[in-house]
T-cell receptor, first 106, second 121 residues
Framework: EIVLTQSPGTLSLSPGERATLSCRASQSVSSYLAWYQQKPGQAPRLLIYDASNRATGIPARFSGSGSGTDFTLTISSLEPEDFAVYYC????????FGQGTKVEIK | EVQLVESGGGFVQPGGSLRLSCAASGFTFSTYGMTWVRQAPGRGLEWVSVISGNGLSTYYADSVKGRFTISRDSSKNTLYLQMNSLRAEDTAVYYCAKEFGGGVFDYMDVWGKGTTVTVSS
């Protein structure tokens, strides 16, 4: 099973600041990695697929990068609605999700 | 509008059964793989099962294999999850989700709001 490890567990930032979230895979997943956003009481929302492609309707402030085992989700300037939990997911070998990174208001 | 609406959750005793349903609309249901993902209280996401668009291929997480059965009825645009021999650790919100592409083990681009399953004596 491919294990995805996200860091940090919690990121405390202010609106307008840049957020950088990391996802590391236990073995290469090529570029088959997605990022999802989940707000309290809501379903996850697909943000990024294939490591760097924004899903339909996702603002340009969200960007993804990486390949192999190391991936990054960057939010260039946090908006109030961006404070949420973010999960990475790989689809190279079945599916696994990371444990999540919570982006909270500082 | 593409929409998924889950139903069938509830409270059940250990060893009991439940059948979840997910009504799909706004897209050609039989074209896409469909999946169930669950989230235990305060925990992360765990995929449960996936079925191909034609219903011929199904896959299960080890944690539910042999107890859960995924199926779909394209005439009703509905996805199902039959859950038997339920355990306390199956307690979670269960989401159905549409796969991004036509195969299985793709990304999930549309999600329902979820239905809650509680297994307790």
């Amino acid at each position: 099973e491919i294990v995805l490890t996200q860091s940090p567990g919690t990121l405390s930032l202010s609106p307008g600041e840049r957020a950088t979230l990391s996802c590391r895979a236990s073995q290469s997943v090529s570029s088959y990695l997605a990022w999802y956003q989940q707000k309290p009481g809501q379903a996850p929302r697909l943000l990024i697929y294939d490591a760097s492609n924004r899903a339909t309707g996702i603002p340009a402030r969200f960007s993804g990068s990486g390949s192999g085992t190391d991936f990054t989700l960057t939010i260039s300037s946090l908006e109030p609605e961006d404070f949420a939990v973010y999960y990475c997911q790989q689809r190279t070998s079945w599916w696994t999700f990371g444990q999540g990174t919570k982006v909270e208001i500082k | 509008e593409v929409q998924l609406v889950e139903s069938g959750g509830g409270f059940v005793q250990p060893g009991g059964s439940l059948r979840l349903s997910c009504a799909a609309s706004g897209f050609t249901f039989s074209t896409y793989g469909m999946t169930w993902v669950r989230q235990a209280p305060g925990r992360g996401l765990e995929w449960v099962s996936v079925i191909s668009g034609n219903g011929l291929s199904t896959y299960y997480a080890d944690s539910v294999k042999g107890r859960f059965t995924i199926s779909r009825d394209s005439s009703k645009n509905t996805l199902y999850l039959q859950m038997n021999s339920l355990r306390a650790e199956d307690t979670a919100v269960y989401y159905c989700a549409k796969e991004f592409g036509g195969g299985v083990f793709d990304y999930m681009d549309v999600w329902g709001k979820g239905t809650t399953v509680t297994v307790s004596s």
